[in-house]
């Protein structure tokens, strides 16, 4: 990138000052002003490619069963090597005992690990994929002689098949000294509970901890003063709400290939959202160079947070060292469910204090958050209950958010798309909708009372971080938009009720917010490069997990490039090849790993317009580049990018390949907004309802790929449903899950969806790659607080814990009657 | 043991063991579309057509499909010749992470050869079978009614000598 594209702020973002200190800013300058650069904000008639429905850019390969998952490498090891772990079947105890004997004598068997292996590291880590050090605690070893759920790995082996490996796997024994288990969150700080971890062997603890207590970390943050807020207010209300365990159920199960290669390094083929951090955490917990590891992401069959983390690679590698094999470890659905990752249980306390206009004056939560056996985004999932939907109300002067983080014996909670603000909107849009019926508004207009608009700092972002640089200023916000076209097409104002005296209908809203990548903890690179012919090779570090970003990112650049988005092709995501970047986590990929294609575009622009001077024989600023051509627009002439391409790789007198560079980075982290309508049935005699329709209205600036939007917003509403309607675990009162497969878990289907409408309210944020924002996480907030206080509109009664059943609303209706 | 099967059209003599499942026969000799997601039934990423029926090919005994024809999503399209229900899911964005995408065709397909004029909630009976995590089931949805349409009109193409080719062509023209 130039030296000149640097100081005026691309990202606008923080600029140099004149002393060559960055200018973060304080609230002092407005934000606005900072310069967006020239082009960012195409006009839609100007636009080529972005907003267009440009196909998928992996759909082909898809449809037509040729797209290759990790699993799908396996015919290219003849000699692979199969993986089965022998998991812990009680729920807290020490392993006393592993008799593997009978397992090592068996045909077909190269490897049987223990805890007590030497080639098994004994370092603590965390699973966590996040930026460098973790903020979460290493509390996780590869294999578990303390055991602290059921599913914790204790012995990992490696065999010709997968059946000789799981034969192998019933023939060990182990023998436990059993502890009691810490099976409710709620009591987990108890000062009699049992103590679930040793403090003294966990580094890189967070603050709060205090493991006597089992509690992984705590926070506290106040602006102003919610004490004397609530003293002085005469219209206080305080609400409490539970949220439960739901499972990624990401189609693809976690999957990794290890092998040494011919240059005695590492490579692994890996379904994972996070490359970069991977690689990082391996080297650390084998001591491995960097340098001598290769992680390669194949297509991946989704993450949703599942993947930001490093589950199997460990065991993979640890058994490609022992038997010096190539090994693949493909985990069960079983597996899935109990022994990988989690979204968090939740009890959430919302009190608010508004004044005799319909004001909010003061907003307080507390959060106690259930991470379950280890502490995997335990702290920062916590975090973003409150820092996610709070600054929907970013005027409220007095605010304060609290969290304690607690562990049990219960499956490990962790990175869920949504990454807490699911159980958060939960909370706040609920609680807004008692507080509006409270005070007799009307749900709506007491939102558009104090909702948030473009041009208000947000201090709430902030109020964990404690400094000024996670201060935004909103720079796009079509909160009011969405508001309004989601009445209009749920049909808000003429709502019709059901003939029958015991069906009643209702509508809930409730408004929602995300952030676009973590604000100050992110890094996004690419490097584009021209082809003799005119056609470009992208490699972009930021990860498609199929959501589309590969395709989102052609379209940036080719709309820097005047080429067709079918000229670039994109290569994402491999350790040695892509540029480094974060990964797919946070909705960061099209506002931060877009922001660096555009860079790298515009940096390739550069010297594609050079080449044109030179062959056209004019100056690059009366040159522009559009449908594969530079053309002159002094002289009128053009040059295709092919001749350019000919003419700089095989010119007579100059040769130079045409190429872009470049990182981003920035403090900022917009929001995309919406507006989540539910419309409910209620049946008063058995409590059981229908949802009638779904409406969101999302405002995710400009939205690159519109169907490919449309698609985040549709699937991110169905898990936010099944939040809503049916997610949880079961145990039994030993901590034995009993939730172990799709049909006990009951994940909705096509045929219990009701129908979706999606719409896109266009605005503009500067910062942002074209002025897109985020999209993938925002519509997973709404359904659980739309539907609730649907439910209360239509029969006035208020559902607080979730998932919202039958049974549920029947028993509400009695206690109402 | 050997199993005799007619694998899109090919008929072949494949080596398994007597535990495997018709999924583990078919990954195990190259036809990798059939996705292993659950090994219960539940998920329907391993759907394959057997004589004619969707079945989920992961709880079904390879012994028991012996002798069977089975066609699978590689007996499809190509990706410059698709089938029209493939090309009905890359044009309505049908797709995401793309791992359900060969049990959402091919019990597609085979719903449609059964009833090739569905309404909507024939069309959504119809993915029932396959749990979707990414898309929500709405754009399948539309994908299914579309591929019943683009089918009506390639039949009606064949029938007619050719004469609605322009109007296909059109269709196509949509795809980006």
Redesign the interface.
Known sequence: MSEKANRSGPDGGPVESESGEPDVDTGERHPMEWNEPAGNNVAPEDRSFIT?????Y????????????T??Y??EFPDLLETAVLRSDVAHAHVTEIDTSGAEEMDGVHAVLTPDSEIVPDTVYTSAGQGYPEPTPWDLRVLRKKVRMVGDPIVAVAAEDK?TAERAVRKISVEYDELEPVLDFREAMDPEAPQIHEAAAIENKQPGADYEINRQSSFDGEIGDVESAFDSSNSVLETEWETPYQS??????HTTIAKRDEDDRYHLISSTQVPYHTRRQLSHLFDIPIRDIRIEKP????G?GSKQAMVIEPITLALTMATDRPVIY?T??KEQFHAMRSRHPMQITMKTAVDDSGNLEAMEMDVLSNTGAYGPHGMTVAGNVGTKPLPIYPRVENVRFAGDIVHTNLPIAAAQRGYGAPQGHFAVESHMDEVARDQDLDPIEFRKQNHVQEGDLDEIAAILAGDEAHKRKIRSCGMEECIDRGREAIGYDDLEQPEEEHLHRGIGLALVAQGSGVAGAELGAAHIKMNEDGSFILQVGGVD????TDTMVSQIASEVLGCDPEDIVVYSSDTDISPFDYGAYASSTTYISGQSVKKAAEDAKESLLGWGAKMLDAEPETLTVQDGNVHDTESGESVSLEDIGYEAHYGEDDRAQVMGEASHSTDTSPPPFGAQYVDVTVNENTGEYEINQLVFAADLGVAINP??A??QI??????S?ELATGAGYEFTDEGQPKTL???QYG?P???D?PP?ETILVETHEPSGPFGAKSVAELPTNGVPPALSNAIKDATGVRLTTLPITAEKVKAALESRD | MDLELTINGRQQTLDAEPADSLLDVLRDNGYTGAKRGCDTGDCGYCTVIVDDDPVQSCVTPAKKADGATVETIESLGEQEDLHPVQAAFVDNSALQCGFCIPGMIMNTTAALRENPDPTEAEAREAIEPVLCRCTGHKKPVEAVLDAADRIDSAEELAHDGGHAAAELDDKDGESQ
């Open positions: 267009e429905p440009v196909e998928k992996d759909a082909r390969k898809i449809v037509t069963g040729e797209a290759k998952y699993s799908d396996r015919r059946r990624h159920c990401v189609p693809e199960p297509r991946i069959g989704a949703f493909e069960t659905r997990t199929g959501t589309g169907p490919l449309e698609g549709e699937g991110g509403q169905s898990m449903l497969s799709y049909k994940m289907r096509s045929t969806h979706m």
